[in-house]
């Protein structure tokens, strides 16, 4: 199991940081090469397409916990991506939010996803932390 953990302070309340985290039709705005649809409900699918064009992966999904608007947690069904995922909104001050996004995935490809997980990790970290950047640059902007 491989665990990623990444923060991303906000300045903006944690409703409106929420409501933009959830607003799955805009994902695309902020998240990396990702385009997403999904549900707001426990039990609910959320589908998540990785890349460019028709060359990348599609994350599917379940909700297992939403307690708005301070976390979520989903479970990665795809076939590359399996195990779990979630983010939390907290408020760290009157206005201020600060977004943490965990994954806690199986990795895919056997010996050589484990292998390449040192290599792959701090890729998808920069590619998760340049995303939340740019998702709290739209939140601060809107506020």
Not at 17 to 41: C, Q, S, Y
Not at 69 to 81: D, E, L
Not at 96 to 114: A, T
């Amino acid at each position: 199991m491989a665990e990623l953990v990444i923060s991303c302070d906000v300045a903006a309340p944690r409703d409106k940081v929420w409501a933009a985290l959830v607003d799955w039709e805009d994902h695309d705005r902020w998240m990396l090469l990702t385009k997403a649809t999904g549900g707001a409900a426990v039990g609910e699918p959320i589908e998540a397409f990785t890349g460019i064009g028709r060359f990348g992966f599609l994350d599917t999904m379940t909700i297992t916990v939403w307690e708005p608007p301070h976390r979520a947690v989903v479970r990665h069904t795809g076939r590359i991506v399996r195990g779990s995922g979630s983010f939390e909104v907290q408020e760290t001050a009157p206005g201020c939010s600060r977004i943490v996004w965990s994954e806690w995935v199986d990795l895919p490809f056997g010996v050589l996803g484990k292998l390449g997980w040192p290599l792959v990790r701090p890729l998808l970290k920069a590619g998760v932390s340049f995303s939340l950047r740019r998702l709290a640059n739209h939140v601060e902007t809107q506020t």
